[in-house]
């Protein structure tokens, strides 16, 4: 079957501007992450979902950072005014959250902020 | 507080021979699993192994074993008869149960030197 979707593959954006990054999971998939990765660094996770709800949102940067999943499926991250601080790879994963259930990976979103 | 790892930012190894790749984490939970993913240029992460920390028997798949030292809370990936198709950064994570917030070390690249 389909894996994780993400789009777009690549985003250039001034700074300022606001951007949305897509991330369709696997289908049935109740649980979500998002992770960022900067240049040549390790991933640093963002925001979990279960179903609709973020029980863990403790990783978005500053109140710039949003997201939301809508119908247990679609989740959208919103930066605001973006920096060029926020330029990276955005990682969506989604996992079916049954005990040790690995998570499946799309191929990120490479966001340039110029 | 859980954190992970990774002492070596980059490892090289001849085609046809064997590496090791350290992973350390903390965690005070009883219950968690841990991984190893790998992210070529593509920048897909492919999970590689995973071993759930109640067995002591160390996860093995294929060219790709772990060694789990629970008490020393080490995790390290060995690579068997490394291929060229092996190079990429390679990614140590944990997962506590209940917490659902997998937390990732920085990464190692691996060469393989053909």
């Known amino acids: 079957g389909a894996g994780v979707s993400q789009s777009p593959s690549n985003k250039v954006t001034e700074k300022g501007k606001d951007v949305e990054l897509r991330c369709d999971p696997i289908?049935?998939?109740?649980?979500l992450y998002w992770y960022r990765q900067s240049l040549g660094q390790g991933l640093e996770f963002l925001i979990y979902f279960q179903g609709n709800s973020a029980p863990d949102k403790s990783g978005l940067p500053s109140d710039r950072f949003s997201a939301e999943r809508t119908g247990g499926s679609v989740s959208t991250l919103t930066i605001q005014r973006t920096q060029q601080e926020d330029s990276a790879v955005y990682l969506c994963a989604s996992s079916p959250t049954r005990r040790n259930s690995p998570l499946h990976f799309g191929n990120g979103t490479r966001l340039t902020v110029t | 507080a859980q954190t992970v790892t990774q002492s070596q930012p980059e490892m090289s190894v001849q085609e046809a021979e064997t590496v090791t790749l350290s992973c350390t984490y903390d965690?005070?939970?009883?219950?968690?699993?841990l991984f190893w993913y790998k992210q070529p240029p593509s920048r897909q992460m492919i999970l590689v192994i995973r071993q759930e920390a109640y067995k002591q028997q160390n996860a093995t798949e294929n060219r790709f074993s772990v060694n789990f030292q629970k008490a020393a809370k080490s995790f390290s990936l060995k690579i068997s008869d490394s291929q060229l198709g092996d190079a990429a950064m390679y990614f140590c994570?944990?997962?506590?149960?209940?917490?659902?917030?997998?937390?990732f070390g920085q990464g190692t690249r691996l060469t393989i030197n053909p």
């Open positions: 965690t005070s939970e009883s219950d968690y699993y």
């Open positions: 994570g944990g997962l506590i149960q209940g917490a659902q917030k997998l937390v």
């Open positions: 289908s049935g998939h109740t649980a």
